[in-house]
């Protein structure tokens, strides 16, 4: 184990528990470095500040884990740190019409790197730092014990893999053992909220499916009835589903992903057998592979009386939230002048770069140059499986707001 002490006048971050320590923090490793290990951490005058693992390969060195100076650190801490989140997730395992959540939040669940998110019978996991590629078999092992599932597959995060260094891969576990991916195997079918989906091996984006937005496609489909509704960035057509399942006169679904399109009218097959969704619910579905930005300026004036902007993450990383701000706020304003008057937008951001108020202030300008004002219905966020821990507020990176534009 290294001993690490941290710069005097740097040691305020990690006291109040924000788990991530740059390599410009620390003053010493003791002994010289001489590959990835657990560290305990202390401040200039040697007073314990927590345990953590210290990677110098890692564009965050050293993550922090526990603030507790009596943990043992180990493979056993990391199953216990397993255990711990999916515990508090056990209401979850028992919902009639939810079988797809996550069991494991990074950070916020003291995991750093791990997304976890159950699939019906299945676990996908998304990796995006060294930390959570070096301990894989140990959160699979442990998983499997508590879980069994049919498979566990986890992939590496396109996105982190050059910063930390990883490559990118695709990883699988049966019954605990890391074995080789079935060539044969099927796609994997899961409800949520009373909808069915069905999640290809390996190739979605993420892992497949994003299952942060649960409680705002609950809340969107509500204001759909009757609505004709343009989805941006519709992906495999969630908030789609839920707005023909609460009686959307019609729906415009425009991503720049026809593979996304395709599965998107796929799924609404799936529920028209099931019966989760009404009788000719396909026929009241357009789709368009476009570019969300060009469809939207291009639309019809007062079309829609209902939109969702749901775009990617626009804002990688802080010093990129000046030009995102400027995309969001297009999008934002463009969606506000076409809608009609009264017309409902729920709109959000993933970009853990930008914060609410950002996000709120975007939402004003975006206001005042459309010409509208603008009434908060709902402020959303990701679900309670996605907690944000308070001493990590890069937790809090979905964000939304269901609006209604007054002209
Ligand atoms: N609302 C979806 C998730 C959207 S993810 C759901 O709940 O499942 C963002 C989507 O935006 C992805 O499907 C991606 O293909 C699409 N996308 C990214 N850039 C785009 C662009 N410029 N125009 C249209 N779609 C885009």
Redesign the pocket.
């Known amino acids: 184990m290294y001993r690490i002490t941290i710069k005097e006048g740097k040691d305020k971050a990690p006291r109040r528990h924000h788990p991530w320590v740059f390599s410009g923090a620390m003053d010493s490793v003791e002994p010289s470095y001489t590959g990835p290990d657990w560290a305990e951490v202390v401040s200039k005058s040697g007073m314990f500040i927590a345990y953590g693992w210290y990677d110098e390969e890692s564009h965050i060195s050293l993550r922090l884990m526990s603030w507790n100076k009596k943990e043992k650190t180990g493979d056993d801490f990391i199953r216990k740190l397993v255990r711990e989140a999916v515990f508090r997730r056990k209401e979850f395992f028992s919902l009639p019409d939810t079988t797809a959540f996550r069991l494991i939040h990074g950070e916020a669940d003291f995991l750093p790197g791990f997304a976890c998110d159950a699939y019906g019978k299945e676990i996908r996991i998304l990796i995006s730092s060294r930390f959570a590629d070096t301990f894989l078999p140990v959160v699979a092992s442990e998983l499997t014990a508590m879980l069994n599932p049919s498979i566990i597959e986890a992939v590496t995060d396109r996105q982190f893999a050059g910063i930390e260094g990883l490559k990118e891969r695709v990883r699988h576990f049966r019954n605990g053992e890391e074995t080789k991916e079935d060539e044969n195997r099927e796609n994997v079918r899961f409800i949520e909220s009373g909808i069915w989906y069905e999640a290809a091996p390996g190739k979605g984006?993420k892992s497949g499916?994003?299952c942060d937005?649960r409680d705002n496609?609950v809340i969107t489909g509500h204001y759909a009835k009757g609505k004709t509704v343009l989805?941006?960035?519709?992906?495999?057509?969630?908030?789609t589903l839920h707005a023909l399942k609460n009686g959307a006169l019609s729906v415009d679904a425009?991503?720049?992903?026809e593979s996304?399109l395709r599965h998107l009218l796929y799924q609404i097959h799936l529920n028209e057998d099931k019966k989760t969704l009404p009788e000719g619910s396909r026929d009241r579905v357009s789709i368009t592979p476009?570019?969300?930005?060009d469809f939207i300026r291009a639309s019809e004036d007062g079309k829609y009386d209902m939109m969702?902007l749901?775009?990617?993450k626009l804002a990688k990383t802080k010093s990129a939230l000046e030009n995102a701000m400027k995309a969001y706020k297009d999008l934002n304003r463009v969606a506000m002048m076409k809608i009609r008057n009264g017309g409902i937008i729920a709109t959000y951001s993933c970009s853990g770069a930008m914060t609410r108020d950002d996000f709120r202030m975007m939402l004003g300008w975006a206001a005042t140059d459309a010409g509208c004002e603008i009434q908060i219905l709902h402020t959303l966020s990701a679900g309670e499986d996605h907690p944000v821990r308070l001493s990590f507020p890069e937790s809090e990176y979905l964000k939304g707001y269901l609006i209604r534009v007054l002209k």
């Open positions: 984006q499916f994003y937005q496609r989805d941006l960035f519709s992906y495999t057509g969630s908030f425009v991503d720049s992903s996304a476009s570019d969300a930005f969702i749901d775009p990617p």
